[in-house]
């Protein structure tokens, strides 16, 4: 668990992801956080790998047909 996650709380991580960044998405994790984007999946194991568990996902948390943008969301808890 993380040693500094107050126990019993959970956390939130949203995160906007566009039609442009679906292209990004594609490329290698380090060509993605250049470009200030992760996919949600990625987003996700690496909560787990830091000791979080994942209550639920969202991958279109919100959806904007008119920007086409698109944001996902994770909520966790240590």
């Known amino acids: 668990?993380?040693?500094n996650f107050p126990a019993g709380r959970r956390g939130s991580?949203?995160?906007p992801y566009s039609r442009l960044?679906?292209?990004t998405a594609s490329r290698?994790?380090?060509a993605q956080t250049r470009n200030h984007v992760l996919r949600p999946d990625l987003a996700a194991d690496e909560?787990?790998?830091a000791g979080f568990e994942v209550l639920s996902r969202?991958?279109?948390f919100v959806d904007d047909p008119d920007t086409e943008g698109i944001?996902?969301?994770i909520?966790?808890?240590p």
Do not use: I, N, Y
Request: proline content about 8%; cysteine-free; overall charge positive.
């Open 13 to 15: 991580v949203a995160s």
């Open 71 to 73: 944001e996902w969301l």
């Open 21 to 23: 960044a679906r292209k």
């Open 58 to 60: 969202d991958d279109h």
């Open 28 to 30: 290698p994790r380090v």
């Open 75 to 77: 909520v966790a808890r």
């Open 1 to 3: 668990m993380p040693s």
């Open 47 to 49: 909560l787990r790998q």
